[in-house]
Structure formats: structure tokens, C-alpha cells
């Protein structure tokens, strides 16, 4: 079956640099967005597909691909980042959409 | 401003049924395919099921197939979900969530979330 797959989790000081991996086979043909999100929150969307932040999104998040695997990158990371961060993308074999386990970003 | 707003969650027994509303206002509704995605307990997101603007597609995931059925009524800016024989992995925040305008898999507006209890 497809699937996405996240490290668990991950730490980062305080204005240092920290990426966020999201590897699977779907990541050939269909690029990733990114989630964000908080302890009782709804996710929010953070980068789009086309790696184009929405609105209100600071400009430290960015996205990348390469071959089956999608990066987040938070350069300068603050302690408003710290979350769960999700990718999602198209699943190659179904009409439906994968999810990766998460990612939990600590910022020390 | 875009809202989602859904209803319908509850605590139900194993092989129950329950339907899930959620109310769309601020964007033009026929436009936007919807999107249902749950959250089990301390767990991470898993996509559910989809259904185009203009109804002309649903699809499900593996998990939920035969079981659940999505539907909409764009007259009434609305959208269920139809969850049957229930089982208790079913447990789950339940989210409504609006595609955005560049397509999926961008889920752009997001559900409070109806908490869904199968024991």
C-alpha cells in the first residue's frame, strides 16, 4: 500500500536551521504540501504543492522536492514554531490523498 | 470570512451509525471539492473521503469504503458524512476541509472538528 513516511520527531535551537523530510512513492509523480499544527488546533496549511506559502506564512518555511522525497525547511526557526507538521500528497495508486505520520519539531 | 462548521459528533456503540454535518460560508461552495479527514487520539492525520463541487465524484479510503458515504447539498452550502457500522478505530476527531482554488492536495480551510466515540 502507499505511504508517506516522517522522522518522528526532531529538535532545533532557537534560530538555528532544521528540515523535515517526507519520503514515498507517490513523490515521483505528485508533489507535497505542509501542515502545521499546534496542540488543539486544526492543521493549517503551510506550503501548497507548488511550494507557494499561503498567506500569513513567514517566509523562514520553505519547500523542496526531490525524487520520492518533499522537505520543509525552517531557517531562523522561533518557539511560535513549535508543532506537528504534516506533509500530504496524491496517492499514486488510489483516488485518494496520503498523509505522513508527522513530524514533532521542538525548538530548544 | 471563510467558516466550516460541523456538527454531528457523539459517543455511539460498535456497529451504530452517526452522520456528520458542516456548514460552509464565505467562498462560492459549488466551486471546491470537500474534503473529510479524522484524527484518532494522540495519532496523526488520515484522509477519508472526498467529494467534487459539482458531485460529480466521491472517493473514499480503503479504511472507510462501503461504510461511510459522503454527500452534499450546494443549494444549502452543506456537507455529511454518513458513517455506518461503526467500529471503535473509528474514534477519531473528525475534520471538514475546504480544497483550495490551486487543487488538491491542498486543504486550505479547516473544520473545528466533531469528535466521534465508538465504544
Known amino acids: 500500500s502507499s505511504e508517506l513516511t516522517q522522522d518522528p520527531a526532531v529538535s532545533v535551537a532557537l534560530g538555528q536551521t532544521v528540515r523535515i523530510t517526507c519520503q514515498g512513492d507517490?513523490?515521483?509523480?505528485?508533489?507535497a504540501s505542509w501542515y502545521q499544527q499546534k496542540p488543539g488546533q486544526a492543521p493549517i496549511l503551510v506550503i501548497d504543492?507548488?511550494?507557494n506559502r499561503p498567506s500569513g506564512i513567514p517566509d523562514r518555511m520553505f519547500g523542496s522536492n526531490s525524487g520520492s522525497t518533499a522537505s520543509l525547511t525552517i531557517t531562523g526557526a522561533q518557539a511560535e514554531d513549535e508543532a506537528d507538521y504534516y506533509c500530504?500528497?496524491?496517492?499514486?495508486?488510489?483516488?485518494?490523498?496520503?498523509f505522513g505520520g508527522g513530524t514533532r519539531v521542538t525548538v530548544l | 470570512e471563510i467558516q466550516l462548521v460541523q456538527s454531528g459528533g457523539d459517543v455511539v456503540h460498535p456497529g451504530g451509525s452517526l452522520r456528520l454535518s458542516c456548514v460552509a460560508s464565505g467562498f462560492t461552495f459549488h466551486v471546491y471539492t470537500i474534503h473529510w479527514v479524522r484524527q484518532r487520539p494522540g495519532k496523526g492525520l488520515e484522509w477519508v473521503a472526498l467529494?467534487?463541487?459539482?458531485?460529480?465524484?466521491?472517493f473514499y479510503a480503503a479504511s472507510v469504503e462501503g461504510r461511510f458515504s459522503i454527500s452534499r447539498d450546494n443549494t444549502k452550502y452543506s456537507l455529511d458524512l454518513q458513517m455506518n457500522s461503526l467500529r471503535p478505530e473509528d474514534t477519531a476527531l473528525y475534520f471538514c476541509?475546504?480544497?483550495?482554488?490551486?487543487?488538491?492536495?491542498?486543504?486550505?480551510?479547516w473544520g473545528q472538528g466533531s469528535l466521534v466515540t465508538v465504544s
Open positions: 476541509v475546504k480544497e483550495a482554488a490551486t487543487g488538491w492536495p491542498n486543504l486550505e480551510y
Open positions: 467529494i467534487r463541487g459539482d458531485k460529480s465524484a466521491a
Open positions: 507517490s513523490l515521483r509523480r505528485f508533489h
Open positions: 500530504n500528497s496524491r496517492d499514486i495508486n488510489s483516488n485518494g490523498l496520503l
Open positions: 504543492d507548488r511550494n
